[in-house]
């Protein structure tokens, strides 16, 4: 059975939402192979990846909430050991890239544009999770006081409700008009479509709420059984969608990928604990679960440097590899040694407690 104070199957979490972060980030290569491999064979597999991968960020989110939601803190507490911790990591982190590609691009620097690309946008692309995790954290004293007072049928509307606002209804404005058409602006419901605060609470739930007796075999097959359908109707659209606009670039065609991936998040949260509350692990692989998983922040926070220096990786693999496959084996690589890097920088004392 699972050790509820290592809680083994979060490291195991962390490490498959990590893998599929810089899966996210690989371009043509993985991510978006599907829209430059549109006679292939293996084209519906490609895109059904591509949406899987999603439930990366959705996951993390859930761990945040799984572990910080249950917590007493004061608001001095919270904001010195929580918020100013990642405000700081967040401009350590921002000026490392801002020195790194200003060099790599041969762009000129000053610290005025530092301050004003840190305050207004993402220095390095995936920074832009640190400041929506900041602001989960900003609210946790009010997402804490919420969550003791919910009932199990609260979860239930507050994930349902959410499902048909950010998927239900904007697929069926498309399938209906042609198009995507916003809702009005004016229907403002924050609390189900903002992710940094819907995905920690139903973290939560299925960490804190959820009874063991309704972890089962029969229910994760169902959720996998309508996570696969979601993931095959966000490709649909996105074919479908493509059919019409004649795009399928990355950054025209992913308007769906989201849109129902909240149900293969809750499966993926929801078969990790079923799984390792049913198995027992040897004491060698808890500890290299363990490892690899309280790496995963570095890996993240270094992601984009360890994808660039390893592109040559993917490169070699190319030539005689199957696209995925070298995708694949390139976002291990980059994987692995963030392991090791992180691992050895973490050694460093000034450093251990920020990775």
């Known amino acids: 059975m699972i050790k509820e104070e290592k809680k083994i199957y979060i490291e195991a979490l962390r490490i498959i939402a990590i893998f599929c972060v810089i899966f996210n980030h690989t371009k043509t290569n993985g991510f978006f192979l599907f829209s430059v491999a549109t006679t292939s064979p293996f084209y519906w597999f490609y895109m059904f990846l591509s949406v899987a991968c999603k439930v990366a960020v959705p996951v ?16 001095k507490d919270l904001y ?16 490392f890239y801002y020195i790194y590609l200003g060099y790599r691009r041969g762009t000129i620097m000053s610290l005025a544009d530092f301050i004003r690309s840190l305050y207004s946008s993402n ?5 832009w999770y640190l400041y929506s995790y900041i602001g989960f954290l900003v609210m946790l004293p009010l997402l ?21 606002i950010s998927g239900v209804i904007p697929i069926l404005s498309f399938l209906f008009n042609g198009s995507a058409i916003e809702l009005n602006r004016n229907f403002s419901v924050p609390l189900l479509t903002v992710s940094s605060i819907i995905y920690p609470i139903m973290g939560y739930f299925f960490e804190k709420i959820l009874d063991k007796k309704y972890y089962t075999g029969k229910i994760a097959c169902s959720l996998i059984l309508l ?14 969608n493509a059919n019409i606009t004649g ?20 499966t993926v949260y929801y078969c990790l604990k079923l799984l390792f509350m049913n198995i027992n692990l040897n004491k060698r692989l808890e500890q290299i679960i363990i490892f690899v998983g309280s790496t995963t922040f570095g890996i993240y926070l270094f992601e984009a440097v360890l994808r660039y220096q390893l592109a040559f990786v993917l490169n070699d693999l190319k030539s005689f590899l199957p696209a995925l496959l070298a995708c694949i084996i390139y976002v291990s690589v980059c994987v692995g040694t963030g392991c090791i890097l992180v691992g050895l920088l973490k050694k460093i004392p000034v450093l251990k407690n920020w990775l």
Not at 228 to 239: D, K, L, N, P, R
Request: aromatic letters at 10%; hydrophobic letters at 55%.
């Open 60 to 75: 993390f989110f859930m761990i945040g909430g799984a572990l910080l939601l249950g917590k007493e803190e004061n608001y």
């Open 80 to 95: 010195k050991k929580r918020v100013l911790k990642f405000i700081i990591i967040l401009i350590g982190i921002s000026l």
């Open 123 to 127: 220095i390095s692309v995936a920074l």
């Open 144 to 164: 804490r006081k919420m969550v003791k007072a919910m009932e199990t049928k609260d979860y239930v509307y507050l994930a349902a409700a959410s499902i048909i």
């Open 227 to 240: 996570s696969i359908c979601c993931i095959v109707i966000s490709c649909f659209m996105t074919q479908w």
């Open 247 to 266: 795009e399928l670039s990355e950054d025209a065609s992913q308007i769906f990928h989201n849109k129902l991936i909240m149900i293969p998040s809750f």
